[in-house]
């Protein structure tokens, strides 16, 4: 789908023909029960949203204090995990202040309209682009379904809609008070998409990354930039990058996947790797090659000795032709750019 008023495709990544998948999802690497719920920072716990009924794929957060708020409900599919994780928890059906996503992806946000309801005090926080699609996800979900087809029910599911009068648009340096002394601030930063957000907690020091830092699976061990169509922009995603080390945070939190403690090497490393991955697309482009052979030719040997299982992990989530494709659509907009530009 093209043209600026049209919603993301889902999550922006791509199912390929290797995706295993089983009735719920894909097949799961690691079966049995999911992990518990752990204590990432003070009052900050990280909840395993199963995505797929993979573990350490896809992560939530919790934000504890007299209004805590959840960040990140993952992918519809994960919802059941993350209600018994919060119920495990003790959080009680009205007890849950408040519930943010970095961005409006399906496997951040497509939990949203089911946890909404489990939670009716809960107050919805999104991105101001992204507010009217979960008020009314039918062109979002409409988007996913002719990514996915058949498979999409089974990955991510699809996305309820919330009531308007539960969404609350953040804007950029926005406190959203969870109790005396602690807030989460937000950091407008796109460039993964248009509707990304990050949150920053006052009191942990972590920060919310969701994907504009990009993807660092534990069982995979090596940081890949996350650049799906239709939004990604290398500029702002610089930009994002350079705000969030503005911020001295004690730590980073990934969506995929957990809290990373050492923020200044890893937001160095995220620069210098997403430079790299877009220097080999443009390269790529201009010679006329096709991009995702330059990408797995350039960085197929940094997954060369992942085990082959915790590499399909790392595909399905973020491979390198989702990748490809938003690097090759921010080649192609620019382009457009550049001769409008110089035509007036």
Known sequence: MTGTDAPDPGPGHLVTEHTRVHVGGVEPTEPGEPAEPVEIGPGVVQIDTLL?????????YLVEGP???LIETGSQSSVPALLAALERLGVGAHELAGVAVTHIHL?????????ARAFPSATVYVHEKGARHLADPSRLVASAERVYGPLLDGLYGRLEPTPPERL??????????????????????PGHAKHHLALHDSLSGILFAGDAVGVRLPDAG????????????????????????????????????????????LLEEAEATLRSWAETAERAFRQGRDIVEA???????DTSRVPAEHREKLEVLNGFH????????WLETRGRDEVAGGAG
């Open 52 to 60: 797929g009924g993979w573990r350490r794929m896809t992560a939530g």
């Open 67 to 69: 209004a805590p708020v």
């Open 107 to 115: 496997d951040h946000a497509g939990g949203v309209g089911d946890v």
């Open 168 to 189: 609350h648009v953040l804007a950029d340096a926005e406190e959203v008070e969870i109790g005396p002394g602690r807030v989460l601030t937000t950091v407008d930063s």
């Open 222 to 265: 090596i940081l890949r930039p996350a650049t799906p169509p239709p939004d990604f922009d290398l500029e702002q995603a610089l930009h994002s990058l350079h705000r969030f080390a503005s911020r001295r945070p004690s730590g980073i939190a990934l969506a995929h996947f957990g809290l990373l403690d050492e923020p200044e090497p």
């Open 295 to 301: 990408l797995e030719e350039r960085f197929r040997f």
């Open 322 to 329: 989702s990748n490809a494709a938003g690097l090759q659509r």
